[in-house]
Protein backbone atom coordinates (compact mmCIF):
# COMPACT_ATOMS: atom_id res chain seq x y z
CA UNK A 1 0.00 0.00 0.00
CA UNK A 2 1.60 3.88 -1.02
CA UNK A 3 1.18 6.70 1.24
CA UNK A 4 -2.16 8.06 -0.58
CA UNK A 5 -3.75 5.07 0.08
CA UNK A 6 -4.21 5.92 4.10
CA UNK A 7 -6.30 8.86 2.94
CA UNK A 8 -8.63 6.21 1.53
CA UNK A 9 -8.23 3.50 3.98
CA UNK A 10 -8.74 6.08 7.09
CA UNK A 11 -11.94 6.74 5.45
CA UNK A 12 -13.25 3.42 5.87
CA UNK A 13 -11.83 2.69 9.19
CA UNK A 14 -12.80 5.91 11.20
CA UNK A 15 -15.45 6.34 13.92
CA UNK A 16 -15.17 2.51 14.68
CA UNK A 17 -15.82 2.19 18.77
CA UNK A 18 -13.32 -0.04 20.86
CA UNK A 19 -13.66 -1.08 24.29
CA UNK A 20 -11.20 -2.98 27.18
CA UNK A 21 -9.44 -5.82 26.07
CA UNK A 22 -10.10 -8.42 29.21
CA UNK A 23 -9.88 -11.72 29.98
CA UNK A 24 -9.67 -12.24 25.47
CA UNK A 25 -12.74 -9.99 25.09
CA UNK A 26 -14.06 -6.53 23.87
CA UNK A 27 -15.90 -4.76 26.84
CA UNK A 28 -17.10 -1.60 27.25
CA UNK A 29 -16.15 0.65 30.92
CA UNK A 30 -18.08 -0.06 33.76
CA UNK A 31 -19.24 3.35 33.85
CA UNK A 32 -20.41 3.40 29.94
CA UNK A 33 -18.59 6.03 29.43
CA UNK A 34 -16.29 6.82 26.16
CA UNK A 35 -13.63 9.04 24.71
CA UNK A 36 -13.13 9.95 21.45
CA UNK A 37 -9.65 10.94 19.95
CA UNK A 38 -9.01 12.56 16.37
CA UNK A 39 -6.30 12.44 13.13
CA UNK A 40 -3.47 14.91 14.44
CA UNK A 41 -2.99 16.09 10.94
CA UNK A 42 -7.10 16.33 10.19
CA UNK A 43 -8.62 17.69 13.20
CA UNK A 44 -11.98 17.27 12.72
CA UNK A 45 -12.01 13.54 11.85
CA UNK A 46 -12.56 11.78 14.88
CA UNK A 47 -10.70 8.09 14.42
CA UNK A 48 -12.53 6.29 17.08
CA UNK A 49 -13.96 6.26 20.02
CA UNK A 50 -12.48 4.48 23.22
CA UNK A 51 -13.58 3.26 26.69
CA UNK A 52 -13.14 5.49 29.28
CA UNK A 53 -12.45 3.55 32.30
CA UNK A 54 -12.05 3.42 35.89
CA UNK A 55 -11.06 1.84 39.03
CA UNK A 56 -13.63 -0.84 38.76
CA UNK A 57 -12.50 -1.54 34.49
CA UNK A 58 -8.75 -1.85 36.39
CA UNK A 59 -9.95 -3.96 38.69
CA UNK A 60 -11.37 -6.22 35.93
CA UNK A 61 -8.46 -6.75 34.34
CA UNK A 62 -5.84 -7.05 36.97
CA UNK A 63 -8.12 -10.16 38.44
CA UNK A 64 -7.68 -11.38 34.24
CA UNK A 65 -4.09 -11.21 34.21
CA UNK A 66 -3.87 -13.01 37.93
CA UNK A 67 -6.29 -15.59 36.97
CA UNK A 68 -4.11 -16.38 33.57
CA UNK A 69 -1.15 -16.10 35.54
CA UNK A 70 -0.16 -19.60 36.86
CA UNK A 71 -1.06 -21.33 33.41
CA UNK A 72 1.02 -19.32 31.46
CA UNK A 73 3.77 -19.02 34.06
CA UNK A 74 3.99 -22.78 33.72
CA UNK A 75 4.19 -22.97 29.63
CA UNK A 76 7.52 -23.63 28.48
CA UNK A 77 9.78 -20.43 27.77
CA UNK A 78 10.68 -21.93 24.28
CA UNK A 79 7.25 -21.90 23.90
CA UNK A 80 6.43 -18.81 25.28
CA UNK A 81 8.87 -17.41 22.36
CA UNK A 82 7.52 -19.42 19.31
CA UNK A 83 4.26 -17.43 20.34
CA UNK A 84 6.65 -14.67 20.22
CA UNK A 85 8.11 -14.78 16.97
CA UNK A 86 4.22 -15.67 15.60
CA UNK A 87 3.09 -11.86 16.87
CA UNK A 88 6.36 -10.68 15.19
CA UNK A 89 5.65 -11.82 12.49
CA UNK A 90 1.94 -10.52 12.45
CA UNK A 91 3.04 -7.34 12.98
CA UNK A 92 5.21 -7.10 9.72
CA UNK A 93 2.22 -8.71 7.55
CA UNK A 94 -0.25 -6.23 9.85
CA UNK A 95 2.48 -3.17 9.12
CA UNK A 96 0.46 -0.94 6.75
CA UNK A 97 -2.73 -0.80 8.58
CA UNK A 98 -0.77 -0.87 11.36
CA UNK A 99 1.11 2.61 10.67
CA UNK A 100 -1.88 4.47 9.28
CA UNK A 101 -3.63 4.08 12.69
CA UNK A 102 -0.16 5.19 13.93
CA UNK A 103 0.24 8.03 11.77
CA UNK A 104 -3.24 9.01 11.80
CA UNK A 105 -3.59 9.72 15.84
CA UNK A 106 0.30 10.61 16.52
CA UNK A 107 1.44 12.61 13.43
CA UNK A 108 4.56 10.89 11.85
CA UNK A 109 4.91 10.36 8.82
CA UNK A 110 4.02 7.01 7.32
CA UNK A 111 8.01 6.08 6.65
CA UNK A 112 8.01 6.66 10.58
CA UNK A 113 5.68 4.65 11.62
CA UNK A 114 6.91 2.00 9.12
CA UNK A 115 9.86 2.01 10.60
CA UNK A 116 8.41 1.92 14.09
CA UNK A 117 6.86 -1.38 13.63
CA UNK A 118 10.06 -2.57 11.98
CA UNK A 119 11.41 -1.84 15.25
CA UNK A 120 9.00 -3.25 17.11
CA UNK A 121 9.05 -6.77 15.23
CA UNK A 122 12.86 -6.77 16.03
CA UNK A 123 12.73 -6.07 19.67
CA UNK A 124 9.61 -8.70 19.84
CA UNK A 125 12.29 -10.99 18.17
CA UNK A 126 14.54 -10.40 20.90
CA UNK A 127 12.19 -11.31 23.97
CA UNK A 128 11.36 -14.15 21.93
CA UNK A 129 14.57 -15.55 22.22
CA UNK A 130 15.45 -14.83 25.85
CA UNK A 131 12.22 -16.61 26.67
CA UNK A 132 14.54 -19.59 26.29
CA UNK A 133 17.46 -17.84 28.29
CA UNK A 134 16.40 -17.38 31.53
CA UNK A 135 19.26 -18.66 33.02
CA UNK A 136 20.14 -19.02 36.55
CA UNK A 137 23.20 -20.31 38.45
CA UNK A 138 24.69 -23.33 40.12
CA UNK A 139 27.34 -22.73 43.24
CA UNK A 140 29.05 -25.43 44.44
CA UNK A 141 27.90 -25.86 47.85
CA UNK A 142 30.19 -24.88 51.22
CA UNK A 143 28.94 -29.01 52.40
CA UNK A 144 29.21 -32.72 50.74
CA UNK A 145 26.86 -33.99 49.13
CA UNK A 146 24.22 -30.90 48.40
CA UNK A 147 24.07 -28.62 45.51
CA UNK A 148 23.18 -24.90 45.63
CA UNK A 149 21.25 -23.27 42.47
CA UNK A 150 19.68 -19.86 41.71
CA UNK A 151 16.95 -19.74 39.55
CA UNK A 152 14.76 -16.96 38.32
CA UNK A 153 10.87 -17.11 38.26
CA UNK A 154 8.62 -14.15 36.77
CA UNK A 155 6.92 -11.73 39.31
CA UNK A 156 3.54 -11.94 38.53
CA UNK A 157 1.13 -9.37 37.02
CA UNK A 158 2.81 -6.55 35.32
CA UNK A 159 1.19 -2.97 34.50
CA UNK A 160 2.50 -1.01 31.52
CA UNK A 161 1.91 2.72 31.34
CA UNK A 162 2.64 3.99 27.46
CA UNK A 163 2.86 7.76 26.16
CA UNK A 164 1.84 8.88 23.27
CA UNK A 165 4.84 9.67 20.93
CA UNK A 166 5.74 5.73 19.90
CA UNK A 167 2.49 4.31 20.14
CA UNK A 168 3.36 0.91 18.98
CA UNK A 169 7.27 0.01 19.75
CA UNK A 170 6.89 1.38 23.82
CA UNK A 171 4.38 -1.43 24.39
CA UNK A 172 5.40 -3.92 22.57
CA UNK A 173 8.80 -3.13 24.56
CA UNK A 174 6.80 -3.71 28.25
CA UNK A 175 4.92 -6.65 26.64
CA UNK A 176 7.28 -8.40 24.81
CA UNK A 177 9.62 -9.06 27.45
CA UNK A 178 6.68 -9.42 30.22
CA UNK A 179 5.57 -12.69 28.15
CA UNK A 180 8.50 -14.40 27.18
CA UNK A 181 9.69 -13.99 31.28
CA UNK A 182 6.18 -15.45 31.95
CA UNK A 183 4.19 -12.37 33.28
CA UNK A 184 0.62 -11.63 32.63
CA UNK A 185 0.28 -7.72 31.74
CA UNK A 186 -2.34 -4.91 32.23
CA UNK A 187 -1.67 -2.49 29.58
CA UNK A 188 -2.61 1.57 29.33
CA UNK A 189 -2.17 3.36 26.54
CA UNK A 190 -1.67 7.20 26.65
CA UNK A 191 -5.11 8.66 25.81
CA UNK A 192 -4.21 10.43 23.06
CA UNK A 193 -2.92 7.31 21.26
CA UNK A 194 -4.99 3.91 21.71
CA UNK A 195 -6.04 3.27 18.38
CA UNK A 196 -2.68 1.21 17.00
CA UNK A 197 -3.05 -0.29 21.01
CA UNK A 198 -5.90 -1.63 19.85
CA UNK A 199 -4.68 -3.48 17.25
CA UNK A 200 -1.75 -5.10 19.08
CA UNK A 201 -3.98 -6.65 21.61
CA UNK A 202 -5.61 -8.39 18.60
CA UNK A 203 -2.25 -9.67 16.79
CA UNK A 204 -1.11 -11.02 20.43
CA UNK A 205 -4.66 -13.28 20.38
CA UNK A 206 -3.98 -13.94 16.64
CA UNK A 207 -0.32 -15.40 17.69
CA UNK A 208 -1.86 -17.72 20.35
CA UNK A 209 -1.57 -15.64 23.41
CA UNK A 210 -4.19 -17.21 26.16
CA UNK A 211 -6.98 -15.19 26.92
CA UNK A 212 -6.31 -12.77 30.11
CA UNK A 213 -2.43 -12.91 29.51
CA UNK A 214 -2.62 -9.36 27.56
CA UNK A 215 -5.61 -7.10 29.02
CA UNK A 216 -5.49 -3.18 27.75
CA UNK A 217 -7.54 -0.64 30.09
CA UNK A 218 -7.89 2.40 28.04
CA UNK A 219 -8.78 6.00 29.94
CA UNK A 220 -7.38 9.03 31.60
CA UNK A 221 -4.03 8.82 33.80
CA UNK A 222 -6.06 9.68 37.24
CA UNK A 223 -8.91 7.26 36.33
CA UNK A 224 -6.94 4.21 35.34
CA UNK A 225 -3.60 5.05 35.63
CA UNK A 226 -3.11 5.82 38.99
CA UNK A 227 -5.51 2.92 40.31
CA UNK A 228 -3.26 0.48 38.44
CA UNK A 229 0.36 1.31 39.81
CA UNK A 230 -1.96 1.42 42.91
CA UNK A 231 -3.23 -1.82 43.01
CA UNK A 232 -2.04 -4.85 45.44
CA UNK A 233 -1.90 -7.46 43.07
CA UNK A 234 0.18 -5.36 40.18
CA UNK A 235 4.06 -6.92 41.18
CA UNK A 236 5.71 -4.28 38.89
CA UNK A 237 5.19 -1.17 37.00
CA UNK A 238 6.92 -0.55 33.81
CA UNK A 239 6.63 3.11 32.89
CA UNK A 240 7.31 5.40 30.12
CA UNK A 241 6.46 8.96 30.48
CA UNK A 242 7.18 12.44 32.04
CA UNK A 243 9.61 12.63 34.71
CA UNK A 244 7.15 14.21 37.38
CA UNK A 245 4.94 11.21 37.19
CA UNK A 246 7.80 8.82 37.19
CA UNK A 247 8.71 9.99 40.74
CA UNK A 248 5.30 9.54 41.80
CA UNK A 249 4.95 6.50 40.91
CA UNK A 250 8.18 5.75 42.14
CA UNK A 251 6.54 6.65 45.58
CA UNK A 252 3.23 4.72 45.30
CA UNK A 253 5.40 1.24 44.55
CA UNK A 254 7.83 1.48 47.26
CA UNK A 255 4.63 1.21 49.79
CA UNK A 256 4.11 -1.77 48.78
CA UNK A 257 7.73 -2.75 47.60
CA UNK A 258 6.67 -3.44 44.47
CA UNK A 259 9.48 -2.60 41.46
CA UNK A 260 9.99 -0.35 39.03
CA UNK A 261 11.50 0.05 35.70
CA UNK A 262 10.88 3.82 34.98
CA UNK A 263 11.99 5.42 31.56
CA UNK A 264 11.95 9.30 32.06
CA UNK A 265 12.63 12.74 30.10
CA UNK A 266 15.34 13.46 28.59
CA UNK A 267 17.83 16.60 27.91
CA UNK A 268 20.32 15.16 25.74
CA UNK A 269 23.17 16.71 24.36
CA UNK A 270 25.48 16.46 21.00
CA UNK A 271 29.08 17.11 21.87
CA UNK A 272 31.28 18.30 18.78
CA UNK A 273 34.96 18.10 19.21
CA UNK A 274 37.27 18.25 16.47
CA UNK A 275 35.55 16.37 13.65
CA UNK A 276 36.69 16.56 10.40
CA UNK A 277 33.51 15.71 9.12
CA UNK A 278 31.54 18.49 10.49
CA UNK A 279 28.57 18.20 7.39
CA UNK A 280 28.19 14.66 8.58
CA UNK A 281 27.91 15.10 12.47
CA UNK A 282 25.21 18.00 11.60
CA UNK A 283 22.94 15.62 9.28
CA UNK A 284 22.95 12.94 12.04
CA UNK A 285 22.16 15.38 14.95
CA UNK A 286 19.41 17.05 12.80
CA UNK A 287 18.10 13.51 12.07
CA UNK A 288 18.24 12.73 15.80
CA UNK A 289 16.74 16.28 16.86
CA UNK A 290 13.51 16.34 13.90
CA UNK A 291 12.74 12.98 13.89
CA UNK A 292 8.89 12.82 15.87
CA UNK A 293 8.93 16.18 15.92
CA UNK A 294 11.33 16.14 18.22
CA UNK A 295 8.84 14.37 20.66
CA UNK A 296 11.23 11.77 21.28
CA UNK A 297 12.32 10.88 24.91
CA UNK A 298 16.13 10.61 22.86
CA UNK A 299 16.05 13.74 20.72
CA UNK A 300 19.39 15.51 20.72
CA UNK A 301 18.27 18.76 22.54
CA UNK A 302 21.57 20.74 23.17
CA UNK A 303 24.46 20.82 20.89
CA UNK A 304 27.13 21.64 23.12
CA UNK A 305 30.19 22.59 20.47
CA UNK A 306 34.21 23.97 20.87
CA UNK A 307 33.90 28.15 20.16
CA UNK A 308 36.32 27.10 17.03
CA UNK A 309 34.20 25.04 15.00
CA UNK A 310 30.27 26.94 16.27
CA UNK A 311 30.24 29.38 12.99
CA UNK A 312 31.13 25.96 10.40
CA UNK A 313 28.93 23.31 12.58
CA UNK A 314 25.89 25.75 12.66
CA UNK A 315 26.07 26.49 9.33
CA UNK A 316 26.19 23.09 8.53
CA UNK A 317 23.01 22.40 10.97
CA UNK A 318 21.14 25.33 9.00
CA UNK A 319 21.56 23.20 5.93
CA UNK A 320 20.04 20.14 6.84
CA UNK A 321 17.56 21.99 8.56
CA UNK A 322 16.47 23.86 5.57
CA UNK A 323 15.94 20.25 4.13
CA UNK A 324 13.11 19.35 6.12
CA UNK A 325 9.55 19.61 5.01
CA UNK A 326 6.61 19.66 7.17
CA UNK A 327 3.63 18.14 6.11
CA UNK A 328 0.39 15.34 7.33
CA UNK A 329 2.05 11.92 7.26
CA UNK A 330 0.87 10.50 4.31
CA UNK A 331 2.44 13.35 1.81
CA UNK A 332 5.22 12.10 -0.48
CA UNK A 333 8.38 13.89 0.37
CA UNK A 334 7.51 15.10 3.85
CA UNK A 335 9.79 13.90 6.55
CA UNK A 336 8.05 16.15 9.23
CA UNK A 337 4.86 15.59 10.74
CA UNK A 338 2.75 17.85 12.80
CA UNK A 339 3.19 17.67 17.06
CA UNK A 340 0.46 14.88 18.29
CA UNK A 341 -2.05 17.91 19.28
CA UNK A 342 -3.02 21.75 20.17
CA UNK A 343 -1.63 21.36 23.36
CA UNK A 344 1.56 20.36 22.72
CA UNK A 345 2.19 22.65 19.90
CA UNK A 346 1.47 25.25 22.69
CA UNK A 347 3.67 23.82 25.22
CA UNK A 348 6.71 23.85 22.70
CA UNK A 349 5.79 27.64 21.53
CA UNK A 350 6.33 28.60 25.27
CA UNK A 351 9.87 27.56 25.07
CA UNK A 352 10.49 29.35 22.01
CA UNK A 353 8.88 32.45 23.09
CA UNK A 354 11.03 31.96 26.14
CA UNK A 355 14.32 31.34 24.49
CA UNK A 356 13.73 34.76 22.84
CA UNK A 357 12.78 36.59 26.19
CA UNK A 358 16.14 35.02 27.86
CA UNK A 359 18.72 36.22 24.98
CA UNK A 360 19.15 33.05 22.73
CA UNK A 361 19.17 33.73 18.73
CA UNK A 362 16.63 32.21 16.78
CA UNK A 363 18.37 31.42 13.55
CA UNK A 364 15.66 29.54 11.57
CA UNK A 365 11.91 28.53 12.30
CA UNK A 366 9.70 28.76 15.62
CA UNK A 367 6.66 29.96 14.22
CA UNK A 368 3.52 28.05 13.98
CA UNK A 369 2.33 27.17 10.07
CA UNK A 370 -0.84 27.75 8.65
CA UNK A 371 -2.39 27.96 5.58
CA UNK A 372 -3.60 24.72 3.55
CA UNK A 373 -2.91 21.43 5.36
CA UNK A 374 -1.34 23.14 8.20
CA UNK A 375 -4.71 24.52 9.53
CA UNK A 376 -5.64 21.02 9.71
CA UNK A 377 -3.09 19.90 12.61
CA UNK A 378 -0.71 21.28 15.13
CA UNK A 379 2.30 22.10 12.62
CA UNK A 380 5.56 24.11 13.55
CA UNK A 381 9.19 24.70 11.59
CA UNK A 382 12.06 23.15 12.73
CA UNK A 383 13.86 25.70 15.38
CA UNK A 384 17.33 26.10 15.55
CA UNK A 385 18.54 28.43 18.95
CA UNK A 386 22.42 29.90 18.89
CA UNK A 387 23.71 32.09 21.76
CA UNK A 388 22.28 29.87 24.08
CA UNK A 389 23.57 29.65 27.54
CA UNK A 390 23.08 27.40 30.66
CA UNK A 391 20.91 29.63 32.78
CA UNK A 392 18.37 29.44 30.36
CA UNK A 393 15.40 27.39 30.56
CA UNK A 394 15.33 25.83 26.44
CA UNK A 395 18.89 24.49 27.89
CA UNK A 396 17.60 22.77 31.16
CA UNK A 397 14.05 22.00 30.49
CA UNK A 398 12.63 19.17 28.38
CA UNK A 399 11.21 20.37 25.70
CA UNK A 400 9.80 17.70 23.32
CA UNK A 401 9.39 19.02 20.51
CA UNK A 402 11.54 20.45 17.15
CA UNK A 403 13.59 22.69 18.68
CA UNK A 404 17.46 22.44 18.50
CA UNK A 405 19.87 24.64 20.93
CA UNK A 406 23.65 25.56 20.06
CA UNK A 407 26.09 26.17 22.75
CA UNK A 408 29.52 26.93 22.84
CA UNK A 409 32.42 25.45 24.73
CA UNK A 410 35.74 26.68 25.57
CA UNK A 411 37.54 23.33 25.84
CA UNK A 412 36.68 19.93 26.32
CA UNK A 413 36.25 19.73 29.99
CA UNK A 414 34.05 22.93 29.66
CA UNK A 415 31.85 20.59 27.05
CA UNK A 416 31.65 17.98 29.42
CA UNK A 417 30.17 19.98 32.67
CA UNK A 418 27.96 21.54 30.47
CA UNK A 419 26.80 18.41 29.12
CA UNK A 420 26.34 17.00 32.66
CA UNK A 421 25.04 20.12 34.03
CA UNK A 422 20.96 18.90 33.59
CA UNK A 423 18.97 16.90 35.80
CA UNK A 424 18.71 14.36 33.50
CA UNK A 425 21.10 11.94 32.15
CA UNK A 426 19.19 9.70 29.13
CA UNK A 427 21.42 9.71 26.36
CA UNK A 428 24.36 11.63 24.80
CA UNK A 429 26.52 11.86 21.24
CA UNK A 430 29.83 13.05 21.10
CA UNK A 431 31.52 13.67 17.67
CA UNK A 432 35.52 13.41 17.44
CA UNK A 433 38.53 12.00 15.48
CA UNK A 434 40.16 11.55 18.54
CA UNK A 435 40.07 8.29 20.08
CA UNK A 436 41.05 9.42 23.49
CA UNK A 437 38.69 12.26 23.48
CA UNK A 438 36.39 9.66 22.13
CA UNK A 439 37.16 7.59 25.36
CA UNK A 440 37.44 10.08 28.14
CA UNK A 441 33.44 11.20 27.25
CA UNK A 442 32.31 7.84 27.59
CA UNK A 443 33.52 7.36 30.82
CA UNK A 444 32.44 10.49 32.11
CA UNK A 445 29.55 11.70 30.62
CA UNK A 446 26.33 11.20 33.29
CA UNK A 447 24.09 9.24 30.49
CA UNK A 448 22.50 5.97 30.80
CA UNK A 449 23.33 5.69 26.80
CA UNK A 450 26.63 7.38 24.68
CA UNK A 451 27.31 7.07 21.10
CA UNK A 452 30.18 8.17 19.64
CA UNK A 453 29.59 9.75 16.55
CA UNK A 454 26.15 8.53 15.56
CA UNK A 455 23.22 10.41 16.64
CA UNK A 456 21.18 9.24 19.55
CA UNK A 457 19.82 5.97 18.06
CA UNK A 458 19.46 2.80 19.98
CA UNK A 459 19.44 -0.63 18.53
CA UNK A 460 16.68 -3.32 19.16
CA UNK A 461 18.91 -5.50 21.33
CA UNK A 462 20.80 -3.14 23.58
CA UNK A 463 19.79 -1.98 27.18
CA UNK A 464 17.73 1.04 26.74
CA UNK A 465 17.94 3.73 29.84
CA UNK A 466 18.41 6.46 32.00
CA UNK A 467 20.19 7.94 34.62
CA UNK A 468 19.98 10.94 37.17
CA UNK A 469 16.25 11.85 36.79
CA UNK A 470 16.32 9.86 33.32
CA UNK A 471 15.03 6.87 34.39
CA UNK A 472 14.82 3.99 37.21
CA UNK A 473 15.20 0.68 37.24
CA UNK A 474 16.47 -2.10 35.05
CA UNK A 475 16.88 -0.72 31.64
CA UNK A 476 14.42 -1.72 28.87
CA UNK A 477 15.36 -3.76 26.08
CA UNK A 478 18.35 -6.53 26.02
CA UNK A 479 19.20 -8.61 28.81
CA UNK A 480 18.93 -6.24 31.51
CA UNK A 481 14.79 -6.81 31.46
CA UNK A 482 15.39 -9.76 33.49
CA UNK A 483 16.33 -8.23 36.34
CA UNK A 484 12.84 -6.33 36.20
CA UNK A 485 10.42 -8.98 35.19
CA UNK A 486 11.91 -12.06 37.35
CA UNK A 487 12.07 -12.60 40.76
CA UNK A 488 15.57 -14.56 42.23
CA UNK A 489 15.18 -17.81 44.29
CA UNK A 490 17.46 -19.93 45.85
CA UNK A 491 17.05 -23.83 46.01
CA UNK A 492 19.26 -26.29 48.50
CA UNK A 493 18.86 -29.35 47.91
CA UNK A 494 21.08 -32.59 49.60
CA UNK A 495 21.33 -35.63 47.73
P1 LIG B 1 3.04 11.49 30.68
O1 LIG B 1 2.16 12.66 30.73
O2 LIG B 1 3.99 11.25 31.79
O3 LIG B 1 2.09 10.22 30.48
C1 LIG B 1 2.61 8.93 30.30
C2 LIG B 1 1.52 7.91 30.61
O4 LIG B 1 1.17 7.98 31.99
C3 LIG B 1 0.23 8.13 29.83
O5 LIG B 1 -0.33 6.88 29.51
C4 LIG B 1 -0.62 8.85 30.86
O6 LIG B 1 -2.01 8.72 30.64
C5 LIG B 1 -0.23 8.11 32.11
N1 LIG B 1 -0.60 8.81 33.36
C6 LIG B 1 -1.02 10.09 33.52
N2 LIG B 1 -1.28 10.34 34.84
C7 LIG B 1 -1.02 9.19 35.51
C8 LIG B 1 -1.11 8.80 36.88
N3 LIG B 1 -1.48 9.65 37.83
N4 LIG B 1 -0.76 7.54 37.21
C9 LIG B 1 -0.35 6.67 36.28
N5 LIG B 1 -0.28 6.96 34.96
C10 LIG B 1 -0.60 8.21 34.58
O7 LIG B 1 3.94 11.49 29.37
P2 LIG B 1 3.50 11.93 27.91
O8 LIG B 1 3.15 13.37 27.95
O9 LIG B 1 2.51 10.96 27.40
O10 LIG B 1 4.87 11.69 27.11
C11 LIG B 1 5.94 12.57 27.14
C12 LIG B 1 6.98 12.25 28.19
O11 LIG B 1 7.39 10.89 28.12
C13 LIG B 1 8.25 13.04 28.04
O12 LIG B 1 8.71 13.51 29.28
C14 LIG B 1 9.25 12.03 27.48
O13 LIG B 1 10.59 12.32 27.70
C15 LIG B 1 8.82 10.79 28.16
N6 LIG B 1 9.30 9.62 27.39
C16 LIG B 1 10.36 8.90 27.87
C17 LIG B 1 10.85 7.81 27.17
C18 LIG B 1 12.02 6.99 27.67
O14 LIG B 1 12.17 5.86 27.24
N7 LIG B 1 12.86 7.51 28.56
C19 LIG B 1 10.25 7.47 25.96
C20 LIG B 1 9.19 8.23 25.50
C21 LIG B 1 8.72 9.32 26.23
P3 LIG B 1 -2.84 9.83 29.79
O15 LIG B 1 -2.31 9.78 28.41
O16 LIG B 1 -4.22 9.32 29.90
O17 LIG B 1 -2.61 11.13 30.47
MG1 LIG C 1 1.19 14.14 29.38
Not at 112 to 119: Q, T, Y
Not at 367 to 376: A, F, K, R, T, V
Not at 380 to 409: C, D, N, Q, Y
Amino acid sequence: MSEHEMVKWLQEACGESYGNYVGGAWKPAASGRTFSIVHAAEQHRVLGHFADSDAADVDSAVAAAEAAFAAWSEVPGPERGAILLRFADLLELDRDELAFRLSAEQGKTVAESRGEIARAAKEARYAAGEAARIVGETVPSERRNVSNAVVRYPIGVVAAIAPWNFPVVTPVRKIAPALAYGCTVVFKPASATPWASARLMELFTEAGVPHGVVNMVTGSGSRVGDPLTKHSRVKGISFTGSTGLGLRIQHTAAERLARTQLELGGKNAAVVLDYADLAGAAKQIVAAAFACSGQRCTSISRVVVLKEYAARLTEALLQEIRQLRVGPAWEEGVNMGPLVNPEQLASVQRYVRLGKEEGAELLIGGEPLSGGNYDNGAYMAPALFAKVTEGMTIAREEIFGPVLTVMEAHTKEDALRIANGTEYGLAASVFTDRLSDANWFAARLETGMVHINHGTASEAHMPFGGVKRSGFGAFSIGSSNQQFYTETKVIYTQY
